[in-house]
């Protein structure tokens, strides 16, 4: 297994939009067993497959406190949703910086897993929230897209500058 470098805003790489998987093959599997090393690592709760500079709908997520509950969506939908929820959101991809986000409370989704077959189940509370917070890296959005632009360019500034001193690992 390998650790995969982590894009971080405001890198336009985070920008893309991301295809629907199509091959379930050995490449694939590879590529989600490095990103739970990855999130494990970092430490995260989650991952999308763009935060690793790959640009498929492809996400991997624990939110469990043991963590031992791992979960791979691939080509996720969500369904359903209903009620709203905020909370305050980290990212690997923003690190150091933590916001409140309004979001679905409940949602109904539907995803594959690494073999293809698919499956339907109803989350709420974090990870309904992990869930909408990693199908949006898949749409090239981030956290800090819903504060203001003016915190958003606070945040932008200061990781500039962190990547240029090379804080940033
Ligand atoms: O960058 C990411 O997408 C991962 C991100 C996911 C997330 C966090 C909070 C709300 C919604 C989605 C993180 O995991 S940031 C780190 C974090 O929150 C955390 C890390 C270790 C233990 C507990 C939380
Ligand atoms: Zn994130």
Redesign the pocket.
């Known amino acids: 297994m390998a650790l995969l470098n982590i894009l971080h805003f405001p890198d336009p790489k985070l920008r893309t939009v991301a295809k629907p998987v199509t091959e379930f093959d050995c490449e694939l599997k590879q590529l989600v067993a490095n990103m739970f090393e990855t999130m494990y690592e970092a430490?995260?709760?989650?991952?999308?497959a763009t935060?690793v500079d790959r640009h498929i709908r492809l996400l991997v997520m624990d939110v469990s406190e043991e963590r031992n509950t791992p979960q791979c969506l691939i080509n996720p939908e969500i369904l359903e949703s209903d009620g709203e929820q905020e909370?305050d959101?980290?990212?690997?991809?923003v690190p150091g910086f933590y916001e409140n986000v309004k979001r679905a409370g409940h949602i109904r989704v539907k995803a594959q897993d690494e073999s293809g077959k698919s499956r339907e189940f109803e989350a709420d509370g974090l990870e309904a929230?992990?869930i909408q917070?990693?199908m949006d890296?898949s749409q090239g959005k981030l956290f800090v897209d819903y504060i203001s632009s003016l915190k958003r360019g606070r945040i932008r500034a200061k990781l500039v500058k962190m990547k240029r001193n090379n804080e940033l690992g």
């Open positions: 430490p995260g709760i989650g991952l999308a935060q909370s959101e980290g990212c690997l991809s929230v992990c917070h990693e890296h």
